[in-house]
């Protein structure tokens, strides 16, 4: 045994990275005598245990210290590394670091008459250990005594902080590995109890249907009864990645407050490793905060509600949804006001409408936060509350006043025929909360100065070209129903990303859910069935589409179209996802 | 480490205007003006690998030139245009302590894959795209490629050695 394994073998922890060694041919690594949050700090902040920024220099002599030499920005927060065109980073975690370097299980390269293949370096050096590791980190000298890639930094840290490290890097080898049972992948999805049942069967059958399609062949995706009650006793990093995948469709009912409790019961009862997917129109947020709570994947839900302040490490989506819609609203009030004739009168009025939807309320609150610059005032009304006064609400608007609408087309007509603004009174309304804006003509009475805040492809094209993607999962039925066009094409999409950064997982497993998170920020390419112009994703995003349209009444009937450009609004300023995952001690 | 030779590329710029990192309009062909020498390259904000490397070099070219670098623009253009805002691409210069010579460029989709394609560089995947730099003499047309990550001291020299000021 090496004396770096010496020095760190053994201690608490090491059951569960042990299997993870053995399916390496490594040895275990445990914490020993390195402090693994000292190594924490300087693997993902660059910082010395002084809280000092570390510096370190390239082979060109240009320095970098702190945050910018941190390994984290290139081995990610999982520490298996990458592929950023032709640039490779190498894993480094303890079991890949401490032992010699072999090409992936099953990995088959092609081969051809008269070439000869020279494995890669990585995949033939000789394993590390703490004098090679330091030397490496200092001198750039690999354990072959080759140099390394001209990109990775060179770094004067003492053996006391390279133990640290290496603490650390064992630790990133220790995960939990929930929703794992032997050969079976647990995969959930979660339904808000109020959605219709068809809706929800077409949903429910999209899902398993696509899941079938991109898991392993002859993956069956009923889930089987459990023998008894209580979670599974599921042994830690199986040797092989789960050939079966099950679905559980996490049903959540009643008030949304009570929903972050029914998520646990469902977790006890059969733990996930992902939840793909999902429906729930109007609330989301319990959702959300159950998966950066328990570091669960939580992967493109159909959702209107979300909240562009809540984090979202773990969670993707697919646009900001009302927030997005907010961020529209408030762009297009300023540059209507920028508009205005100078010496017009001071701050505008926007007066909102909400309804008890919590994305309604959440689209109101995000242009009540955004309107802190003071450029137009908001007032919040409640429909159907102040439904009796909103006559005499409407009529007080100025010429460059605006009301933003946050309401169902049952309530936006109801409003409509109830209220008449004057001329010049600018009208938005969420098409989010009103449905496909593809179904709608003019509200009686608003059209001349009527807006769609719209986040999806214009309306015919988004439709015709979805339909046409997803017309192999559409029911006969559905082929011209905008909404099931839509739910179907988001399902299908959502599986299809998901399935892939799972295969390319099982590539690398045993490997931690974070790095999950890391192959689903490379898999926009699965994304072939959205509703929007262009879906991308990259590390640290966490949302696939960023703009959307203002949408006006065409010269023909029923017909929107886009006013001015696609926009993508500067703002709010969202940091990108940086997990962190927890070790399992 | 072999440092990218420079060769020289064809590069027929584009008719458009990006958006710079303070929100205004930006012609293309008036930032890149020939009259003055230009160091460009692709990045994008939540780039991990390349990008920050890149975008050392030119915070450590800029150091390097001291006061000739008044003599040479930098530019960054996002290849990630819908997701680097001009607030991101902000917060970007100033973490590498971008200078006033140093523009970020964003912009739509399609202008921004129209300036990738003037340079050769456009690949349908961001995350496909590799360490390249240009550069242009002052009062010249010509752009120099260099593929590879270049280093501070070489873009540094290319400046000084063009004899601009």
Same mark, same amino acid.
């Given at each position: 045994?090496?004396?770096?394994?010496?020095?760190?073998?053994?201690?608490?922890?090491?059951?569960?990275?042990?299997?993870?060694?053995?399916?390496?041919?490594?040895?275990?690594?445990?914490?020993?005598?390195?402090?693994?949050?000292?190594?924490?700090?300087?693997?993902?902040?660059?910082?010395?245990?002084?809280?000092?920024?570390?510096?370190?220099?390239?082979?060109?002599?240009?320095?970098?210290?702190?945050?910018?030499?941190?390994?984290?920005?290139?081995?990610?927060?999982?520490?298996?590394?990458?592929?950023?065109?032709?640039?490779?980073?190498?894993?480094?975690?303890?079991?890949?670091?401490?032992?010699?370097?072999?090409?992936? !299980?099953?990995?088959?390269?092609?081969?051809?008459?008269?070439?000869?293949?020279?494995?890669?370096?990585?995949?033939?050096?000789?394993?590390?250990?703490?004098?090679?590791?330091?030397?490496?980190?200092?001198?750039?000298?690999?354990?072959?005594?080759?140099?390394?890639?001209?990109?990775?930094?060179?770094?004067?840290?003492?053996?006391?902080?390279?133990?640290?490290?290496?603490?650390?890097?064992?630790?990133?080898?220790?995960?939990?590995?929930?929703?794992?049972?032997?050969?079976?992948?647990?995969?959930?999805?979660?339904?808000?109890?109020?959605?219709?049942?068809?809706?929800?069967?077409?949903? *429910?059958?999209?899902?398993?249907?696509?899941?079938?399609?991109?898991?392993?062949?002859?993956?069956?995706?009923?889930?089987?009864?459990?023998?008894?009650?209580?979670?599974?006793?599921?042994?830690?990093?199986?040797?092989?990645?789960?050939?079966?995948?099950?679905?559980?469709?996490?049903?959540?009912?009643?008030?949304?407050?009570?929903?972050?409790?029914?998520?646990?019961?469902?977790?006890?009862?059969?733990?996930?490793?992902?939840?793909?997917?999902?429906?729930?129109?109007?609330?989301?947020?319990?959702?959300?905060?159950?998966?950066?709570?328990?570091?669960?994947?939580?992967?493109?839900?159909?959702?209107?509600?979300?909240?562009?302040?809540?984090?979202?490490?773990?969670?993707?989506?697919?646009?900001?949804?009302?927030?997005?819609?907010?961020?529209?609203?408030?762009?297009?009030?300023?540059?209507?006001?920028?508009?205005?004739?100078?010496?017009?009168?001071?701050?505008?009025?926007?007066?909102?409408?909400?309804?008890?939807?919590?994305?309604?309320?959440?689209?109101?609150?995000?242009?009540?936060?955004?309107?802190?610059?003071?450029?137009?005032?908001?007032?919040?009304?409640?429909? !159907?509350?102040?439904?009796?006064?909103?006559?005499?609400?409407?009529?007080?608007?100025?010429?460059?006043?605006?009301?933003?609408? @946050?309401?169902?087309?049952?309530?936006?007509?109801?409003?409509?025929?109830?209220?008449?603004?004057?001329?010049?009174?600018?009208?938005?309304?969420?098409?989010?909360?009103?449905?496909?804006?593809?179904?709608?003509?003019?509200?009686?009475?608003?059209?001349?100065?009527?807006?769609?805040?719209?986040?999806?492809?214009?309306?015919? &094209?988004?439709?015709?070209?979805?339909?046409?993607?997803?017309?192999? @999962?559409?029911?006969?039925?559905?082929?011209?129903?905008?909404?099931?066009?839509?739910?179907?094409?988001?399902?299908?999409?959502?599986?299809?990303?998901?399935?892939?950064?799972?295969?390319?997982?099982? &590539?690398?497993?045993?490997?931690?859910?974070?790095?999950?998170?890391?192959?689903?920020?490379?898999?926009?390419?699965?994304?072939?069935?959205?509703?929007?112009?262009?879906?991308?994703?990259?590390?640290?995003?966490?949302?696939?589409?960023?703009?959307? @349209?203002?949408?006006?009444?065409? !010269?023909?009937?029923?017909?929107?179209?886009?006013?001015?450009?696609?926009?993508?609004?500067?703002?709010?300023?969202?940091?990108?996802? +940086?997990?962190?995952?927890?070790?399992?001690? | 480490?072999?440092?990218?030779?420079?060769?020289?590329?064809?590069?027929?710029?584009?008719?458009?205007?990006?958006?710079?990192?303070?929100?205004?309009?930006?012609?293309?062909?008036?930032?890149?003006?020939?009259?003055?020498?230009?160091?460009?390259?692709?990045?994008?904000?939540?780039?991990?690998?390349?990008?920050?490397?890149?975008?050392?070099?030119?915070?450590?070219?800029? *150091?390097?030139?001291?006061?000739?670098?008044?003599?040479?623009?930098?530019?960054?253009?996002?290849?990630?245009?819908?997701?680097?805002?001009?607030?991101?691409?902000?917060?970007?210069?100033?973490?590498?302590?971008?200078?006033?010579?140093?523009?970020?460029?964003?912009?739509?989709?399609?202008?921004?894959?129209?300036?990738?394609?003037?340079?050769?560089?456009?690949?349908?995947? +961001?995350?496909?795209?590799?360490?390249?730099?240009?550069? +242009?003499?002052?009062?010249?047309?010509? @752009?120099?490629?260099?593929?590879?990550?270049?280093?501070?001291?070489?873009?540094?020299?290319?400046?000084?050695?063009?004899?601009?000021?």
């Amino acid at each position: 045994m090496s004396r770096l394994a010496r020095t760190l073998a053994g201690g608490a922890g090491v059951l569960g990275l042990a299997w993870a060694c053995a399916a390496a041919g490594a040895p275990a690594y445990g914490d020993g005598d390195g402090d693994a949050l000292l190594g924490r700090q300087l693997y993902r902040e660059g910082l010395s245990a002084a809280g000092q920024p570390v510096q370190a220099r390239r082979p060109d002599g240009s320095t970098l210290s702190g945050a910018e030499a941190a390994c984290v920005t290139c081995h990610r927060p999982s520490g298996l590394g990458g592929t950023e065109g032709v640039t490779q980073v190498p894993p480094i975690t303890a079991r890949y670091l401490m032992s010699t370097g072999r090409p992936p !299980p099953g990995e088959r390269p092609r081969t051809a008459p008269g070439v000869r293949r020279e494995e890669q370096r990585i995949h033939r050096r000789t394993a590390y250990d703490l004098r090679s590791l330091q030397r490496a980190l200092a001198s750039g000298l690999g354990s072959d005594d080759q140099p390394l890639s001209p990109l990775m930094p060179r770094y004067a840290l003492d053996e006391r902080q390279v133990r640290d490290l290496v603490a650390y890097l064992a630790q990133l080898d220790r995960f939990p590995t929930d929703g794992v049972s032997g050969d079976v992948l647990h995969l959930g999805t979660v339904v808000a109890g109020d959605v219709p049942a068809a809706e929800r069967a077409s949903f *429910e059958q999209t899902l398993r249907r696509c899941l079938e399609v991109g898991s392993p062949p002859g993956t069956p995706l009923e889930p089987r009864r459990p023998a008894s009650s209580g979670p599974p006793a599921d042994p830690p990093h199986p040797s092989a990645f789960p050939t079966r995948w099950q679905l559980h469709v996490w049903t959540l009912e009643g008030d949304p407050s009570s929903w972050l409790s029914q998520l646990a019961a469902h977790a006890a009862r059969q733990p996930v490793f992902a939840l793909v997917s999902g429906y729930s129109p109007w609330t989301w947020r319990p959702v959300q905060a159950f998966c950066e709570a328990r570091q669960l994947p939580c992967v493109l839900p159909m959702t209107a509600a979300v909240d562009a302040d809540a984090p979202s490490d773990w969670t993707f989506h697919f646009h900001r949804g009302v927030s997005l819609e907010a961020a529209l609203a408030d762009e297009f009030l300023r540059e209507q006001r920028a508009r205005r004739p100078t010496g017009s009168p001071g701050t505008a009025r926007v007066l909102q409408w909400v309804d008890a939807r919590e994305a309604s309320r959440l689209g109101a609150a995000a242009l009540e936060r955004l309107s802190a610059h003071g450029e137009f005032s908001v007032e919040t009304w409640v429909w !159907p509350r102040d439904a009796g006064i909103a006559r005499q609400g409407v009529a007080s608007l100025q010429p460059g006043d605006a009301q933003v609408a @946050w309401l169902s087309a049952a309530a936006l007509t109801d409003l409509a025929a109830q209220s008449n603004p004057a001329p010049g009174v600018l009208t938005l309304a969420s098409t989010e909360l009103a449905g496909p804006a593809a179904g709608f003509n003019a509200l009686e009475g608003w059209s001349d100065g009527l807006r769609w805040l719209h986040a999806f492809d214009e309306p015919r &094209r988004a439709m015709a070209r979805q339909a046409h993607n997803v017309r192999a @999962w559409l029911r006969p039925e559905d082929a011209a129903d905008p909404r099931r066009i839509r739910q179907t094409g988001h399902a299908v999409t959502a599986c299809a990303v998901t399935a892939r950064a799972l295969r390319l997982l099982a &590539r690398e497993w045993p490997a931690p859910p974070v790095r999950l998170l890391e192959h689903l920020e490379a898999s926009e390419e699965a994304a072939t069935a959205t509703a929007f112009p262009r879906f991308t994703l990259g590390p640290g995003q966490r949302v696939g589409s960023r703009g959307g @349209w203002l949408l006006q009444q065409g !010269p023909a009937p029923g017909v929107l179209v886009p006013v001015g450009d696609w926009r993508v609004p500067d703002g709010p300023f969202i940091a990108d996802a +940086k997990p962190d995952p927890r070790p399992v001690r | 480490m072999a440092r990218p030779v420079p060769r020289p590329v064809a590069v027929q710029l584009p008719e458009l205007s990006l958006r710079a990192a303070d929100g205004t309009s930006a012609a293309l062909q008036r930032v890149l003006d020939e009259r003055q020498g230009v160091l460009l390259n692709f990045v994008f904000t939540s780039c991990t690998t390349v990008c920050p490397p890149m975008a050392q070099v030119f915070a450590a070219t800029q *150091e390097r030139l001291g006061a000739r670098v008044a003599d040479v623009r930098l530019v960054s253009v996002s290849i990630d245009p819908e997701h680097d805002t001009p607030r991101r691409l902000q917060a970007y210069g100033a973490r590498f302590g971008a200078g006033p010579q140093w523009t970020f460029l964003t912009g739509t989709v399609s202008a921004v894959e129209r300036v990738q394609r003037a340079f050769q560089v456009w690949q349908p995947d +961001k995350m496909g795209h590799g360490p390249v730099t240009f550069w +242009k003499p002052p009062g010249s047309m010509t @752009w120099w490629r260099l593929d590879g990550l270049a280093t501070s001291e070489q873009l540094a020299r290319l400046v000084t050695d063009s004899g601009s000021r």
